[in-house]
């Protein structure tokens, strides 16, 4: 069964970062896409970055240049390093895998709050 458990989430200033993580379990991590959303209540959940299983990275356009997606396969993790946070970063963030047979999973999310 695949689990997806992220951290690193919390309360941070305007212009802060963050380092969010997600640990996989019961898949073979090395092969599957990982991802980072985020929903704020009352809007539509919003991609923010992929990473595929060759390392080819995507981002959303708000967060391009502030954001970075990587992994390390050896640890079955997923990163996102978050610079010059903004309060309209502020929303769940979610980390999901896609696996070679095209299965999608999701993680609990962890709340990322930017304010002063």
């Known amino acids: 069964q695949v689990q997806l458990v992220e951290s690193g989430g919390g309360l941070v200033q305007p212009g802060g970062s963050l380092r969010l993580s997600c640990v996989a379990s019961?898949?073979?991590?090395?092969?599957?896409?990982m991802g980072w959303s985020r929903h704020v209540s009352g809007k539509q959940r919003e991609l923010v970055a992929t990473?595929?299983?060759?390392?080819?990275?995507t981002y959303a356009d708000s967060v391009k240049g502030r954001f970075t997606i990587s992994r390390n396969n050896a640890k079955n993790t997923v990163y996102l390093q978050m610079n010059s946070l903004k309060p309209e970063d502020t929303a769940v963030y979610y980390c999901?895998?896609?696996?070679?047979?095209?299965?999608?999973?999701w993680g609990q999310g962890t709340q990322v709050t930017v304010s002063s």
């Open positions: 999901n895998q896609i696996n070679h047979y095209g299965a999608q999973y």
């Open positions: 019961g898949s073979i991590f090395y092969r599957t896409e």
């Open positions: 990473i595929t299983s060759s390392g080819t990275i």
